[in-house]
Every structure is written in structure tokens, then in C-alpha cells.
């Protein structure tokens, strides 16, 4: 594996930062370095190898061509989420977590045939339809492309599934348990990191820290894409 990571990286990104020490999972514990004014710190000593064992799992993944589902609601990682996603030609979820989204995949099929006709309807320029018609068909899709849209070229169930923040997204970590499905997340101090595959202790929250372990993936997603490429011949 080409990338390395340093304590110095994960230091300089902020990835040491937990949550307030009130609102700590005693599951954490193992991880943490100590507090500093009431806010846990975690150890990065021991998630370094951790996020090291998580990039050799994907790396394999990526060869063995399995489709990759990075899933994160919190606004201020929707962007990053997304184009880590298309940039590995893989899929997302930044705006909501439908209950049932993998597990009930059969209905989400469903939503996805029905947004892709509201597209097809709204670029066509031979319409039957009237201009308030139209309007309400806008607005539906709008609607269903915020929850859908990054899943949408998606055959199946995903093979992997990247979780930011576990704990949000807890509906999402329980249909991937119930599927078999591996979790890689990104667990902070108020997580259950024991429910995870491939738990990486560190900081959910700030955009540095989660840009800079996505960016990491990004490099070995892409590698394993290319190794893939070239043992098929494709």
C-alpha cells in the first residue's frame, strides 16, 4: 500500500478531538488519551494502525472491484461525501437515511425508477403535461434527488458501507448489520466502536479530520479501481 499516514497528519487535522466527557461511550475508553477541559482526547497512537488496518480492507475491496456506500447527514460533510464517492465511482448518501434504504432495497428500487422518470419527463420536449404539472414534477424530484440522488445508478446493495459518525447514523449501521454488510467508520468518543468492522477512532465532526481520512481512502479506492483495470485487461 503506496500511502502512509503520520500522528503528525492526524494531529495537524484535529483528528484527536472527541466530544465533551459527558457524552463519552465507556466502549471508547480503550481509545482515549485523556481530557483537556472537559473534552475527551482521543489516542491516536492506537487509531493509526486501525485506520491502517481499514485502507488495506478497502485497497483489497477496490481490486476485487466491490461497490463502496459513504454515508454521512451532517452538513458540513455533504460535499466531501459526494465527491469522494463519484471521484471512485462509487455511491452516497449526505441528506438523509431512509429506513429501509438497503434492507427494504426492493421499495428504494422503486423510489429510484420513479425519479428517473421525473427526470425523463422534465427533459423531454414533447410533454402532455401542463405547466403547473410540470412545476409539481420539479419540485418532486427535487425532493427525491436530495434522498436518492446518490444512489441512483446503484444495482444492488452496496459491498462496503463508510459510515462518518456511527452514532447519527445508527439505522444505517443496523441494516448493514443485518445485511452482513462490512462498516468502515469514523467513530468518536460517543460511539460503540465493537459494532463496527473496521472502527477508526477519531474526530467525526471537524471537516479537516474527515477530508483528510476520505482523502486517504480516495487514494487507495483509486489505486484498487486502477489494479482492477489492468489484471481484467479492461
Known sequence: MDIE????DLLKNGSHFGHNKKRWNPKMEKYIYGEKNGT???DLRKSLPLIESALKFALESSKNKKKFLFVSTKKQHSEIVENIAKETNNYFVNFRWLGGMITNWNTVKNSISTLNNYENILSSDDTVFTKKELSDIEKKKI???KTLGGIVEMKSVPDVIFIIDTNRE??????A???GIPIIGIVDTNCDPDIIDYPIPANDDGFKSVQFILECFK???LTGNDNSTKETGD
Open 170 to 175: 445508527h439505522i444505517a449501521v443496523l441494516e
Open 143 to 145: 425532493r427525491l434527488d
Open 177 to 179: 448489520k443485518k445485511l
Open 219 to 221: 487514494k487507495v479506492l
Open 5 to 8: 499516514i503520520s500522528l503528525e
Open 40 to 42: 475527551h482526547i482521543l
